[in-house]
């Protein structure tokens, strides 16, 4: 899926959402901005990409 900020509100409510934040300024540090998010998921029958 493409854009998922755009597809709903849920983003919104998980992407503001105190622990997340920390998490990513823990990794990212304090100066980011999230432009897009896209998803990908295998299908059941498919092997872990390496």
Do not use: W, Y
């Not at 959402?17 to 990908?40: K, Q, W, Y």
């Amino acid at each position: 899926m493409r854009n998922l900020l755009d597809k709903d509100t849920v983003g919104d409510v998980c992407l503001s959402h105190p622990g997340v934040l920390a998490a990513v300024r823990r990794v990212l540090g304090t100066e980011f901005r999230l432009s897009i998010l896209n998803m990908r998921s295998r299908l059941p029958d498919q092997k872990r990409q390496m």
